[in-house]
């Protein structure tokens, strides 16, 4: 198993062995050329990560793109509610954290029910998206009618998220 020694210039105590895992994946941002001529050299991403995990190199990696998507949450989790914290007062903190995770489950579920991009969009594009809508509200004959607004980008999506949580549940 190869190793890497990281921080070498340091001392020896400060010096840290392990691997040094890089993933080589090909950029799909960036598609092929189809057409006469094929792409000369293929674009690719590189994710590099050292561990000291004596795992089989596939399952420290899939390990380490888990701890990945947890650490995202968290970030995710401390730019909304959990910014508030720690406030000093024990119930204003219990508050922020039953109001962040009632939040944080209904804005992933709403994600999930609207499209396939709001399923992995942070919190903040969400109620960019989704909640904070630029929509004039009006009464007529008991009816409300909501009017979003022209080429508004995320109608269909929103539109779609209204739909499917209004329709009358199927029959049994």
Sequence with gaps: M?????????????????????????????????????ELFPVWRYHPFFTDNPAQTLQAER???????????????????????????????????????????????????????HAKATTATLRTHL???????ARSARRITLHLPHNWPWQQAWTHLFDTAHDPPAPA
């Design 63 to 117: 390990e380490h793109r888990h701890h990945a998507v947890v650490e995202q949450v968290i970030a995710d989790s401390k730019a909304s509610a959990l910014a508030h914290l720690p406030s000093g007062h024990f119930h204003a903190n219990a508050a922020w954290l039953t109001l962040w995770a009632m939040t944080y489950n209904l804005l992933r579920a709403t994600g999930a029910l609207t499209s396939a991009f």
């Design 131 to 137: 909640v904070q809508i630029p929509a004039r509200i």
């Design 2 to 38: 190869p190793a890497y020694t990281a921080f070498a210039s340091r001392k020896k105590s400060e010096q840290v062995t392990a691997r040094l895992i890089v993933r080589r994946v090909r950029d799909l941002a960036r598609p092929a050329v189809v057409g006469e001529q094929g």
